[in-house]
């Protein structure tokens, strides 16, 4: 099973309308009251040659920065509308990222909807800390994981988000929220061999507040599962997985991690905490693609 996550429609309904990137430009140009002549005559002080009409689109959603002196002008708007470092920068650089990371899945597992939230996930939520406590068992075809992040809301108004659930035909996950979360729906699409899952909050965050939640996955399927694992779509600062094997730990666990840049496995020998029932990993800054723990019965 590897699991994904994307934002359930927000208070706001951030899922539809312009991208986040016009979103957040348009609302710190509003907030500041700075007309785009006086923005562009501000980035001509510092050298950046912009005209009103790209600033236009680019807060309508029409086009959007992409090229290396584009970026610079967004960091200079940073700058002049007076917000952090990187607000502006980060749901650009989310969809390089995400371009990347759908090529490790195939290609006709993400509907045009979910892969259109999918790529909001990312610049709505910032993962501070996750872990994946999965347990396993050699003698029975039902497999959990619990999930425990803390999770910081990038925009305002987030109220909960869309767990996508990767699974093998014939398998049925389920949710049940134990902290901070309760399940809106679930939704199986089997041609797809996925799972999807709003959990809600109990109400909508302010931009920046910070939650911890707990939610537990369970899985039917039809064998003991030989991987568990979770795609990143993101950079997050902790990321720690774990599985536990309660009548016994298979010879050897593996740790493999999927770059987006290639789309290519490579096996990672070091990090992995070998206990007597179970296997862990913590990654600090955890990079972007799929993390796994791998094994065989």
């Known amino acids: 099973m590897t699991e994904t996550q994307s934002p359930a429609p927000s208070h706001k309904d951030l899922s539809s309308g312009p991208d986040v990137f016009a979103q957040r430009l348009g609302q710190a140009i509003s907030e500041r009251g700075l007309s785009l002549h006086r923005l562009q005559a501000r980035l001509v002080a510092v050298g950046l040659k912009v005209s009103t009409a790209t600033l236009s689109y680019w ?14 002008v967004v960091r200079n708007l940073e ?157 997050t600062p902790l990321f720690a997985i774990e599985v536990r094997f309660p009548s016994g730990r298979p010879e050897q666990v593996q740790r493999t991690h999927i770059d987006p840049k290639t789309g290519l496995p490579r096996m990672i020998d070091q990090g992995i905490m070998h206990t007597p029932h179970g296997a862990q990993c913590v990654i600090p800054d955890a990079a972007p693609g799929s993390h796994l723990l791998s094994w065989e019965w």
Do not use: F, Y
Not at 59 to 72: F, K, M, V, Y
Not at 89 to 112: C, G, H, R
């Open 59 to 72: 807060a309508s959603g029409r086009s959007r920065p992409t090229r290396g002196g584009s970026l610079d």
């Open 79 to 235: 700058q002049i509308l007076q917000v952090e470092t990187g607000w502006l920068v980060q749901p650009l650089e989310t969809n390089q990222e995400w371009d990347q990371i759908s090529d490790l899945l195939p290609k006709a597992d993400l509907p045009e909807e979910l892969e259109r939230i999918t790529r909001q996930q990312a610049a709505n939520w910032q993962r501070l800390h996750v872990h994946d406590l999965s347990v396993v068992d050699a003698t029975s075809p039902v497999s959990h994981c619990t999930t425990r992040m803390v999770s910081r809301a990038e925009v305002e108004g987030l109220d909960g988000w869309t767990t996508i659930v990767q699974h093998a035909p014939g398998e049925s996950p389920g949710v049940v929220g134990v902290t901070a979360l309760e399940v809106r729906s679930i939704r199986s699409l089997p041609n797809q061999q996925l799972s999807v899952i709003e959990l809600a909050l109990p109400r909508p965050l302010h931009r920046g507040e910070m939650v911890l939640t707990e939610h537990r996955t369970e899985v039917h399927g039809t064998q003991p599962p030989t991987e568990m694992g979770r795609a990143l779509m993101g950079r």
